[in-house]
């Protein structure tokens, strides 16, 4: 009997004990069962502030999306961007050009002239002013404007093209007027086809005068200053007609080296076959 109490008081003493540490029975992988643990009560934790004092106990989730994650809206894929050079650009600018945003012909290209002109036709219509393209910009611009048609895509000139000079109107001839800022491929004294074109700077000019086509190269680099110079027509003593992607990108905002730089690429390929060598080349005012 004695025995038996003592018994009783062993389990209860290390009964006492084992709660007093917080034990809890863990489950065990010995394939006798699963125990589940005993509930306990966390520690409090300290503040934000730094002091002692336990933290308010937390508000149970309601399901709601907090206001963070609400209040930014969605930010939407931009399609047109500084430096591409599309078919889609093109139709960017013949459309931006309709609705008076656009002054020159439209190259395919977009560079600063093109993002400045995105830009102001998002300020007027209240749209974020990135000066590039998304989807809601260009379903606006679409919303207001027709289809371009080609002659708009990819129209004769920008510039206009003035009275052509007297030596320009007899054989064939690169008639270059530094006035408009043109070149006219003339036959006969008429205008097959005509160009924006861009002239050297007061440093490196552009020569005046009549000249011949004496070379041509398709792909061309120059030795001089290292540029590509693409379908190139030389007439003058290293100067000549050849296609710029420095005047595609930043229009009349740079010059060249004394060449006549032209801008549409696709045009000027079509002149280069057309052109041989020979054929005169007029440079004047």
Known sequence: MKRSSVIRRAVLVATAVALAAGC???????GKGTVSPAPT?????AS????DKPSSPATPSTGTPSASATTEPPKTKVIMDDGDETAQVRELQARLRQVGYFDRAPTGFFGTMTAGAVKAFQKKRELP????VDETTWQKLIGMTREPTADELRPAT????????PRCL?????????????LA???????VSSFDVRFGSENTPTREGEFKVEWKARDWTSTIYHTPMPYAMFFSRGQAVHYSADFAARGYNGASHGCVNVR???KLAVLFDQVKVGDKVVVHW
Do not use: F, H, Y
């Not at 809890?24 to 010995?30: E, G, L, V």
């Not at 009560?41 to 934790?45: L, M, R, Y």
């Not at 934000?48 to 002091?51: K, L, Q, R, V």
């Not at 007899?170 to 043109?182: F, H, Q, Y």
């Open 24 to 30: 809890t029975a863990q489950a065990s992988d010995t």
């Open 41 to 45: 009560t966390a520690a409090p934790t």
């Open 48 to 51: 934000a502030t730094g002091d």
């Open 129 to 132: 002013q990135t000066g590039t």
């Open 158 to 165: 920008t510039n206009k093209l003035d009275a052509p000079d």
């Open 170 to 182: 007899t054989g064939r001839v690169l008639c270059i007027s530094k006035e408009s800022r043109t």
């Open 185 to 191: 491929w003339m036959i006969d004294g008429k205008v």
């Open 264 to 266: 549409d690429k696709g």
